[in-house]
């Protein structure tokens, strides 16, 4: 007998819209908001101009069931805002402990999206992680304020290179005990 | 855990576990690519997350340890299941500082934690490591090719072990 393991992911809800695994379908509102150089110079690893194919590689390895990060859209479609406000992941790593990132289309930001879409990944705490880190660039002081806002403890300075800015750029580090 | 400390060889070195105090002397030791590419499980570059995710408390069975010298933090030696492992600032090398560290550790282990057996996975060329090991009678029992996480590329690996029967026939080197 061969035992399989199958990734589980699920859906979460939050106020405003829902955290669903990210889809086929998602490609194309995704490709719009992340060729957005504001979205990229925000992140490590989206270049910009953003290359043909890299959302849907990016879906491909969202659905691998070997994958280590999971990848949720936030699904606005039942509140009357878009199908893909933004995403937001999570990735496994050893120990008990998870790394969250996001993003949020230029569009929906200042009001309280992304805060919403941590809180409630947290509370749901998929990976079931003793604790949760995330790292900013120092220039993004709104993206801390989400970590901040959602109870993450500041640990540090360090520095990491942002490939659409082509540049390393300082960071803070952040570390939720999540008690799970 | 009250800080162990060590007399002798003129060099202050003391333990503690180790923890989020600990990221910023942690991050500059695996900043130096000649430490890291003798590591299993750090990322080369460095990543800052990564780093976080280990200067904290260790919840596993066995212990990480902060290597102090004069109360600095100057590398890390750990017993996690049955594994050695130990990392060391490069401009502490070639002082003695790494066999004291492993010498305290299998103390511990052998000891208050009750292990009958330590491995040690070591890449092929970490002369200074293999001869560390060596001196407190470890022997290489495989040889393999695994992939480096820093290196990028497979590298040639020795999984060398220390029984207690052996720890406690050898002696203190």
Redesign the interface.
């Known amino acids: 007998m061969k035992l399989t393991s199958v990734t589980l992911q699920p859906e979460i809800a939050a106020e405003r819209f829902v955290l669903r695994p990210l889809r086929k379908s998602d490609a194309g509102l995704t490709a719009l908001y992340m060729g957005d150089a504001r979205v990229a110079r925000g992140t490590r690893a989206i270049p910009h101009p953003l290359p043909p194919g890299t959302v849907e590689a990016l879906i491909d390895r969202a659905q691998a069931a070997e994958r280590t990060e999971d990848v949720w859209a936030l699904d606005g479609a039942a509140h009357g805002m878009t199908e893909v406000l933004g995403l937001v992941t999570l990735a496994r ?5 998870s ?1 969250i990132g996001y993003w949020v289309a230029p569009g929906f930001w200042n009001t309280g999206i992304a805060s919403e879409a941590v809180r409630a990944l947290i509370a749901a705490n998929p990976h079931g992680a ?2 949760i ?3 900013v660039f120092q220039d993004n002081p709104g993206s801390a304020r989400v970590l901040t806002n959602c109870g993450f403890d500041y ?2 300075d ?4 942002s490939v659409a800015r082509g540049a390393t750029v300082p ?1 803070w ?1 952040y ?1 939720l005990r999540t008690g799970g | 855990m009250r800080p162990k400390d060590e007399a002798g060889g003129g060099l202050r070195i003391s333990y503690r576990a180790l923890g989020p105090q600990d990221l910023g002397a942690l991050s500059d030791i695996v900043g130096h690519w000649e430490v890291v590419r003798q590591l299993g499980s750090f990322p080369w570059p460095a990543d800052p997350v990564f780093n976080a995710t280990r200067a904290q408390a260790y919840q596993g069975d066995g212990f990480v340890w902060a290597i102090l010298r004069d109360g600095g933090m100057v590398g890390t030696v750990a017993v996690t299941g049955d594994e050695l492992g130990y990392m060391l600032h490069p401009g502490q090398w070639r002082q003695g500082i790494g066999r004291r560290a492993v010498g305290a550790a299998l103390a511990e282990a052998f000891g208050r934690l009750g292990r009958g057996r330590i491995v040690a996975d070591v890449w092929a060329d970490n002369a200074a490591s293999l001869g560390v090991l060596a001196g407190f009678g470890f022997v290489r029992v495989r040889d393999e090719v695994v992939m480096s996480k820093a290196r990028g590329v497979p590298t040639a690996s020795c999984r060398l072990e220390l029984t207690r029967t052996a720890w406690e026939a050898h002696g203190i080197p």
């Open positions: 790593m050893d120990r008990q402990q790394e003793a604790q880190f995330a790292e640990l540090g360090a520095e990491a290179f960071t580090t570390a």
